[in-house]
């Protein structure tokens, strides 16, 4: 077995030192990514793309009156699909698709990390339009969603396009 000698006297094998190595690099790359997404989220990026907290809030608590969805609370896997489907334009949005055009496959999964460890507020809903009925799936569920499956309301403007 292959060991090493501490300075304090402690045998070591190299697989310890091995495992040790990579749980050491796997805690600075997580912190890097959330330093990442919290950059990307209250700066935007270099390569133009704007802050996200000009749009979904400070909180990620959204913006319903203005069209823009509570992004806090929601899975980082979701936030992270949605913006890899702004990117490649299975997902149509004239303001998002070139924001995530302009983020990195980094950024986006990070900033969606950032979004999804913020927890959102109880009673967060979105605008009501007034002429929604729940029977008209078409029209409720852009602008209201079902919170209780967790889907989001989406703005007329941000409605899911898949081909």
Not at 139 to 156: D, F, I, N, Q, Y
Request: net charge positive; aromatic share 4%.
């Amino acid at each position: 077995m292959d060991q090493s000698v501490t300075p304090h006297g402690f045998l070591i094998s190299a697989a310890r030192l091995a495992m040790v190595g990579v749980m050491m690099t796997a805690t600075m790359a997580h912190a890097r990514s959330a330093d990442l997404g919290a950059t990307v989220a209250t700066k935007g990026t270099a390569q133009g793309a704007p802050a996200c907290i000009g749009c979904h809030g400070a909180k990620g608590e959204g913006n319903a009156a203005a069209g823009f969805p509570r992004l806090s609370g929601l899975s980082a896997e979701y936030l992270a699909t949605q913006l890899d489907d702004f990117t490649s334009g299975q997902r149509s949005n004239p303001v998002m698709r070139p924001i995530a055009k302009n983020m990195s496959s980094d950024s986006r999964k990070a900033v969606a990390v950032y979004f999804g460890a913020l927890l959102s507020r109880a009673g967060i809903k979105a605008a009501d339009p007034g002429n929604a009925v729940p029977s008209d799936a078409g029209a409720w569920l852009p602008t209201r969603g079902r919170w209780e499956s967790g889907l989001p309301a989406r703005s007329v403007m941000a409605r899911v396009a898949r081909v």
